[in-house]
C-alpha cells in the first residue's frame, strides 16, 4: 500500500530527494510528512512547487463525484474569474468567504452577502468565515451538521486558508488526526488529503487552483490591510514597489484593501509615471476597481483614472462594502 505525506497528500517515495513526497528509506515506514512538509513545519522553509494537478482535471474528478464541495475565497479575492471558476463546479456547493474579521467594522454583512450573491448571480448558499479562535470554524461545522453533510471537498485558490479550516475543524472535534502543513507559499498541498474529522464528517483537501489572468501569485504577503488615501489632483498612487501606477485626474478618496505592505504602496506627484496608457473612468461614486492579484481599490467619488495596468487585469464594479458613510 502506498503511503501518502499527511502534509500535502504527496504519495512518500525515497528513490528521488528532487521529487515530491521524498523521505529517506531508514524513515518511511515511520513517517507522516516528505521532507518538504518536515522542513516547512518544524524550520519554517519554504518550497515554491507548480501544481501538480491540471485544474481542469480537478474539477472533472469533483463534477464526477457525489459529495458536497466547500469553495473557499478570501473577500480580497472575489472578481468574476474566480466566480467562473466556482461555477464551473456542478455539485452542490457553498461559497465560504474567508478573511471576513478583516472587513471594516461597519460592513453590514447581511448587506455584504447579498451583494455578492446578486452582483454575481450566485444560486448557492454563501457564508462568511472570520474570528479569532478556530478562525471562526465552529460556523462551518454548525452549517455541515445542520443539512446532514458527511463527506465535502475543500476547494479554493491556492493559499485561500483550505488546510488551516480543516486542521481547525479537527480540533473542534478533539480530532488526533496529523495536521495538514500550512504555509504561505502557493501550492503547499499538491494532492489530495482524505481527512476523518470525526465519526460523522470527512473532508478532503484538494491542490489551490492559481487564476492565469493575475498580475501577481506571490501569497506570501502579511494579511490583508486597509489603506486610506485622500487624493489630489494629478496625483498618482504606485503599488508594488512602483511597479504599476493609477494617476488620478481630479480630488477623491480611496481605500485599498491588499495583501501588500505599506512600503510598497507610494502616493507622490510624478512628473512622468511611465506608459499610462489605459484609462479607466469612475462614473458612479463607491466604485470598487479590482486589480486581480493586487485587491481592490474603492474610490468614493467620480474621476478618471490613467494607468500602466493592462484591462484585462482590471474589473470594476459597485463597492461591495457599500458606502460605508451612510
Known sequence: MNKICYGCGAKLQCTDELKIGYIPEK???DSKYCMRCFRMTHYGENYSID???????IIRKINNDSKFVIFLVDFLNISESVIKLFKSIK?????????CELMPKSVNKERFVSFIANHYSIIDPIRLKGGTKFHGAKSVYNFLTENNIKEAYILGLSNSGKSTLINDLARINDSNVTSITVSKRANTTIDFIRTKISNDLVLIDSPGFIIDDSLNN????????????NIKECETVGLLDNKYFLKFDGKTQMVLYTNSSAERIVKKYYRAAPNLVYTINVTKPNTDIVIRGIGFITIKKCVNITTNIDLKYIEVRDSMFGDKDE
Open 27 to 29: 524513515k518511511i515506514n
Open 91 to 99: 455539485k452542490k456547493k457553498l461559497l465560504l468567504i474567508n478573511k
Open 51 to 57: 501544481t501538480p494537478k491540471d485544474q481542469k482535471e
Open 218 to 229: 506571490d501569497v506570501t504577503g502579511k494579511n490583508i490591510k486597509e489603506y486610506s488615501m
